[in-house]
C-alpha cells in the first residue's frame, strides 16, 4: 500500500499569503490529485493529472511534483481558501489518502 | 449535468450487514474508463477508500476490509451498491460514492450502535 503523507499537518495563512502544502508518497505514483474539503461537506476536486486545473478551480491554486513529492500551491491566500486539503493517488490499489492538510485564516 | 447520491440505513447495530446504494445520472458506467468508487470518513478523520467498479466490471477492494467487502452494479448501469458485513462501531461513518476523480456524492452518515 502506498501511504501517503501530508505536511502540515496543521497551518494558518494571512490574505494574500503564498501556501504551500506537501504530499509526499512512500512509493512513486504517476500523478496526484488533490481535494478541498469545507466543513462538512463532500471533497471537491482542485487538480488532477498532479497539474491540471479541475473546472471552475481558481488559478490562484496550482499543483506539481513528480515521483514521491509532490505539492499544492495557492498563490494568494482568500479567505475562502481555508478548508482541509487532500491528496490522493489512484497509481495502484488500494487507491490511498494523505491525512489531511487544514489550512487556516490567520 | 453529473450528480450521484448515496442513500442507506442511517443507523444499524453491530454484525449486521450494511448496504449502501449510489444513484447516478449525467454519464454511463458502461463508458470505457468510468470507475466509481465508494469512500468513507469517519468524523473528524481522513478519507478511506473502500472498493471501487468499473465499466467493464471490474471490481476493486480494499485488502484491509476486503472480506466483508462486496461492490456491485445495476444491469442499468445507473446504480452502485456496497455491501459491508458484519459492522461494528468502528464502521460508524460518512460514507462516500465518487465517479473517479472528479465528482462525489454528499454523502450518507452511517451509525453503528447497539
Known amino acids: 500500500e502506498i501511504v501517503l503523507t501530508q505536511s502540515p499537518t496543521t497551518m494558518a495563512a494571512s490574505p494574500g499569503e503564498k501556501v504551500t502544502l506537501t504530499c509526499l508518497a512512500s512509493s512513486s505514483v504517476n500523478y496526484m490529485y488533490w481535494y478541498q474539503q469545507k466543513s462538512s461537506a463532500s471533497p471537491k476536486l482542485l487538480i488532477y493529472y498532479t497539474s491540471s486545473l479541475a473546472s471552475g478551480v481558481p488559478d490562484r491554486f496550482s499543483g506539481s511534483g513528480s515521483g514521491t513529492s509532490y505539492s499544492l500551491t495557492i498563490s494568494s491566500m482568500e479567505a475562502e481558501d481555508a478548508a482541509i486539503y487532500y491528496c490522493?493517488?489512484?497509481?495502484?490499489?488500494?487507491?490511498?489518502f494523505g491525512g489531511g492538510t487544514k489550512l487556516e485564516l490567520k | 449535468q453529473v450528480t450521484l447520491k448515496e442513500s442507506g440505513p442511517g443507523m444499524l447495530q453491530p454484525s449486521k450487514t450494511l448496504s449502501l446504494t449510489c444513484s447516478f445520472s449525467?454519464?454511463?458506467?458502461?463508458?470505457?474508463?468510468?470507475?466509481v468508487s465508494w469512500i468513507r470518513q469517519p468524523s473528524g478523520k481522513s478519507l478511506e477508500w473502500l472498493a471501487a467498479?468499473?465499466?467493464?466490471?471490474?471490481?476493486y477492494y480494499n485488502p484491509s476490509l476486503k472480506s466483508r467487502l462486496t461492490v456491485s452494479k445495476d444491469t442499468s448501469n445507473t446504480q452502485v451498491f456496497l455491501k459491508i458485513t458484519s459492522v461494528d462501531i468502528a464502521d460508524t461513518a460518512t460514507y462516500y460514492c465518487?465517479?473517479?476523480?472528479?465528482?462525489w456524492g454528499q454523502g450518507v452518515m452511517v451509525t453503528v450502535s447497539s
Open positions: 467498479i468499473d465499466w467493464d466490471g471490474d471490481k
Open positions: 490522493l493517488q489512484l497509481t495502484s490499489t488500494p487507491w490511498t
Open positions: 449525467g454519464f454511463s458506467l458502461s463508458t470505457s474508463g468510468m470507475v
Open positions: 465518487a465517479r473517479n476523480p472528479d465528482y
